[in-house]
């Protein structure tokens, strides 16, 4: 515990400064609260809990309902929910924690390492045989299977060795088209057997659940009191009804993870550390890098609507399944990772906003209520109120010297003055006397301006700027070459709309 403790030390102290204002989320709770209060009431959920992370910790948590009808114990953040889908995210880190120590390669055939797959018969003859990417990202050609596949999770291994054996039907070629795959990822929970030489179970438990100081996260639920979890029911016919609590089994890696809201939230610190890429020491049980890895979608982009009661009215989201998290481009969030699990007694969402170093996360112990509508609501609350701020990049000093060189051009108006700068296509795309035509114009329109403003980093090597001059404003932007002086490639200068 004490060496859990320190590790998460480590990770919070090597947290870049995150975008995002403490005070405004802590007055934006009220509203928060509320939208989950009347998921709870609306869904006829009997218990429910949800967190939000920022700044590497849990900003905010709170219990509604009941974990249990008999007994009425309220749920707390220390009460143990079943996430479901949520765990494929666990499971695509455990492999690529394995790739990190070249145990394997997301482009290895599956059936290397679960040999049963090698007789099987795909849909047609030109069909590529399915790789460890291609199960990562549903994209294998194995059916949709979602009722049938969270009622799997006890499963035995024997059976499912036998399952495999037999060989399956096939949706679609692999490599073909997402669809979404329980089956899928419970090879994957295979793999990591085969390749770590544990259980599934184990390797996770021991790889990222202990050090990152998850004392009440595990797979088998009936290894933690009654008293704690969090029983899953149905609603059918105007009634509740219990589920029936499933063991861990070959199907745990697909969706059998029990965890708490104050363990879950470690999980989520963790993930949100990998953001931005620095020259920080690497204090997690997986590399930065790696970890950035869940964000990267496959190349079945497609456009859907946000969730919660901003979607129809919201520009339309760019979206794609990366590896156990769904990655999407939002015109108000950013860049976003976010997945869902619906499971028999259970369900849950979480969505992450690496820009702003925020996460939001909701368990309910009711069968396929996931929280996906007041998560992102949420979101859109802190987004309104200020609370997130965009984070800024710091300004190279290659960046730095091709914009001071910027600003000499526009006062001596020749580019001329920084010769030894220009990339070598610069003055091949404007030649020397376009470039004084169009300076002078310029300064006959706004005349002097102030070229110490700040420059805005979008990477390494390019950015933007607002010059305040005598008559008016000048935006511009700067791209560097890729070359070993970083010379400049691109210069845009216009005149700036009031």
Known sequence: MRLAACLLLMIAAAHPAYAADAQKIAQAIPAIDRLFADFQVDSHAPGLVYGIVADGRLVHVKGLGVQDLVHKRPVTPDSLFRIASMTKAFTALSILKLREEGKLSLDDLAETYVPEMRGWTYPTKDSPR??????????????????????????????????????????????????????????????????????????????????????????????????????????????????????????????????????????????????????????????????????????????????????????????????????AQDCDLGLTLAHGGGYPGYGSHVMLMPDHGVGIFVFTNRTYTGGAGPAWDAAMVLQKAGALVERVLAVSPLLADGYAAAGRIYAAGDVGVSRDRLAMNFLMDNDMDSWRKKLAALKDEVGACRIDAPIKASGNLSGSFTWACEKGRVAGSILLAPTRGAQIQELKLAVKAP
């Open 130 to 327: 399915i790789r460890i990417r291609d199960l990562l990202t549903h994209s294998a050609g194995l059916v949709d299977d979602n009722p049938w596949g969270d009622r799997q999770t006890p499963l035995p291994e024997a059976d499912f060795t036998h399952m495999l054996q037999q060989g399956v039907p096939f949706s679609s070629a692999p490599g073909s088209h997402y669809e979404y795959s329980n089956f899928g990822f419970a090879l994957l929970g295979r793999i990591v057997a085969a390749v770590s030489g544990q259980p599934y179970r184990r390797y996770v438990e021991q790889t990222l659940l202990t050090p990152l100081g998850m004392t009440s996260s595990g797979y088998e639920v009936g290894e933690w009191p009654l008293d704690r979890r969090a029983i899953g029911y149905r609603w059918e016919e105007g009634r509740w009804k219990a589920e029936p609590t499933m063991r861990d089994g070959a199907f745990g890696a697909m969706g059998g993870l029990q965890t708490s809201a104050n363990d879950y939230a470690r999980w989520l610190a963790f993930l949100l550390s990998a953001w931005p890429a620095r020259d920080d020491p690497d204090a997690g049980p997986v590399p930065r890098a790696a970890v950035r890895m869940l964000a990267e979608g496959s190349n079945f982009v497609t456009v859907a609507q946000r969730n919660g009661v901003s979607g129809p009215s919201a520009c339309r989201q760019a979206t794609a399944y990366g590896f156990g998290m769904r990655v």
